[in-house]
């Protein structure tokens, strides 16, 4: 389903996927941010026609990738639904075919998720803000304090832009500075929030079946050069 890009991140083996979501061999583990189950369903509501099938295929994306790794442990990391107080057939559906595949997973509660705890399963660990896994704090949302330790995030659906006019792309990344990584958001209906390159020093973009590592002064060169 794709080329990995393995690099040592804070002491740790981690797996880059251009599936949009971030591999931790040694501890079986996968994290995904920013599913946004039921976001078709909520645009239905207001009266456009929008399908559900994207949803469909970030739930086929998500088990395969799973089997795939022989994923233990999944980490979401927040806004697993779109809105609070939603039960999308999605998410049940979801839930339906994580049980069998007898792994862990943790879900840390995002801004769009709200209090969902009582249409998951029991055995689902749910973490209102923070949890830490190796060397690592995962979270939704960063959290500014100045001696936080390393984090991994979601919520912000990093995106950066290459090219310009008609020739413009925008591609979900991964993006890294300093003391915090973030995982680019997973559902295929989730749009994106456009990266300033001087304000990160490395972007991981996702390109389908591979990922592409530019540092940010590569960026600002495609940007004078479009
Ligand atoms: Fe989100």
């Keep these: 389903m794709g080329k990995i890009l393995e ?7 981690i797996g880059f996927h251009p599936q949009r979501v971030l591999l931790l061999p040694d501890l079986d583990a996968m994290l995904v941010a920013d599913i946004h189950l039921g976001k078709a369903e909520f645009m239905q509501g207001k009266g456009i026609p929008l399908s559900n099938q994207p949803h469909q295929k970030d739930h086929e994306r998500l088990v395969k990738l799973i089997k795939e790794f022989q994923v233990k442990q999944l980490f979401i990391l927040g806004d697993l639904v ?6 999308p057939q999605s998410l049940q559906r979801l839930i339906r075919d994580l049980h069998p ?19 998951l399963p029991d055995s689902w660990k749910v973490h209102s803000n923070a949890l830490e896994l190796g060397p690592f ?12 330790d390393f984090q991994i995030c979601g919520h912000v659906h990093p995106c950066v832009k290459i090219g310009d006019g008609r020739d413009k792309l925008r591609l979900p990344c991964f993006a890294l500075k300093s003391k915090l990584l973030l995982l680019p958001s997973f559902g295929e209906l989730t749009g994106g929030y456009e990266l300033l390159p001087q304000e990160w020093e490395t972007f991981v973009l996702c390109l389908g079946n591979e990922v592409s590592r530019l540092e940010s002064s590569d960026l600002e060169r495609f940007k004078k050069r479009s």
């Design 7 to 13: 690099t040592i991140l804070h002491g740790q083996k």
């Design 82 to 87: 779109h809105r609070p107080r939603q039960n």
């Design 101 to 119: 595949l007898a792994m862990e997973v943790h879900w840390i509660q995002g801004n769009h998720d709200g209090d969902h705890q009582r249409s």
């Design 137 to 148: 704090v995962l979270r939704h949302q960063s959290s500014e304090e100045k001696d936080a």
